[in-house]
């Protein structure tokens, strides 16, 4: 869901992917810097809220842990409702993790509006001795399917922030142009009315690799 009223904005991310790829732990450490070692999977419908400051303006993000339901391929469509970014996150040291990826894209391409800002997140890049999948295959893959792409550790706290925060930014940035675009905009703001990719040639925008040790 995404609304508009008094300066203030809603946006609902989801993070979706396999089973203990770190989602609730990247979750944890967005929203309270928090890291939990012992970890287990998520039970019942877990989000977090946070306010950013994108511009001046408070955007307020909601996102959305699959709350352990990825196990049972169970993931409904009342969890992708009103979804206007995702996360779509692998651990880069299980390869099966990173294969079951165009899987979660057909999902969540069947539940949502195409427009949804995505991001291919590579999680668990401290664990570089074991590490499976390159990172030259999730910036190939994040290509191929026109994603921001970005290697993560919820352990270390590497580019957590960051990953939100470019989905975040790049939502608040189509959304205000078509506000700028339609003064009747704001009164009808809606997730299906918002097209994020429209006028903007995603493959030629700069979505670069931001590997494990980027700043």
Not at 4 to 15: N, P, R
Not at 118 to 140: A, F, Y
Request: with cysteine; net charge neutral; aromatic share 8%.
């Amino acid at each position: 869901m995404a609304e508009e009223g008094g300066g203030e904005y809603l946006f609902k991310i989801v993070v979706i992917g396999d089973s203990a790829v770190g989602k609730s732990n990247l979750l944890s450490r967005f929203a309270r810097n928090e890291f939990d070692h012992h970890s287990k999977a998520t039970i019942g419908v877990e989000f977090q809220t946070q306010v950013v400051e994108v511009e001046g303006k408070d955007v307020k993000v909601q996102v959305w842990d699959t709350a352990g339901q990825e196990r049972f391929r169970a993931v409904t469509s009342a969890y992708y409702r009103g979804a206007v970014g995702a996360l779509i996150v692998y651990d880069i040291s299980r390869k099966p993790t990173f294969e079951s990826i165009k899987r979660w894209l057909d999902e969540l391409n069947t539940h949502c509006d195409t427009a949804v800002s995505r991001m291919l997140v590579g999680n668990k890049c401290d664990l570089e001795s074991i590490r499976e999948v390159s990172v030259d295959e999730g910036k190939n893959l994040a290509e191929e399917e026109r994603l921001f792409f970005i290697e993560t550790s919820a352990f270390r706290a590497t580019n957590v922030r960051k990953s939100f925060e470019i989905v975040i930014r790049e939502i608040y940035d189509k959304v205000s142009r078509k506000i700028l675009k339609s003064d009747s905009y704001k009164a009808e703001l809606s997730v299906n009315r918002v097209n994020l990719a429209e006028g903007v040639d995603l493959s030629k925008q700069n979505k670069s690799a931001l590997s494990c040790c980027s700043s």
